[in-house]
């Protein structure tokens, strides 16, 4: 931005209001969008995009892997920017998801383990009686 332009400041709690096909506004990576006039030419379809209407959409918008030239596309519809403290917490709460959904993952890979001991040691001990009789 060249000096002396403002950037207007939108809170989420704005944000949440425009939640419909006919205002539709996301914010991504602390940016906010009025993508209301793009709905019918994204390329997934409007109702991908209104799942996440009003919302914070920024791990809706990279988990899909939109291309450099759909963020390029995006500028035309900043109407401002969060505020430095809802940034702030939005960072935090996806690091706490991450985070957790990482952990979680070591969680199902230990119990996938402890299931295939108990079904080794099974086996080995039908084995041993089949043996010994």
Not at 17 to 29: G, M, Q, T, V, Y
Not at 60 to 70: E, K
Not at 83 to 88: D, G, L, M
Not at 90 to 116: D, F, Q, Y
Request: with cysteine; glycine share 10%; hydrophobic share 35%.
């Amino acid at each position: 931005f060249s000096v002396g332009t403002m950037v207007k400041t939108v809170s989420l709690k704005e944000v949440e209001k425009h939640n419909s096909s006919e205002s539709c506004w996301l914010a991504i990576d602390g940016t906010v969008y009025d993508i209301t006039e793009f709905l019918d030419q994204h390329p997934g379809g409007e109702e991908v995009v209104l799942e996440t209407a009003g919302t914070d959409a920024s791990g809706a918008f990279d988990d899909v892997g939109h291309s450099s030239d759909a963020r390029d596309m995006l500028k035309k519809y900043v109407v401002g920017e969060l505020p430095e403290e809802e940034k702030a917490q939005l960072k935090e709460a996806a690091k706490a998801t991450s985070s957790s959904s990482a952990s979680g993952g070591s969680g199902i890979l230990g119990i996938v383990a402890a299931v295939a001991v108990a079904v080794a040691g099974y086996f080995y001990y039908e084995s041993q009686k089949e043996g010994s009789a």
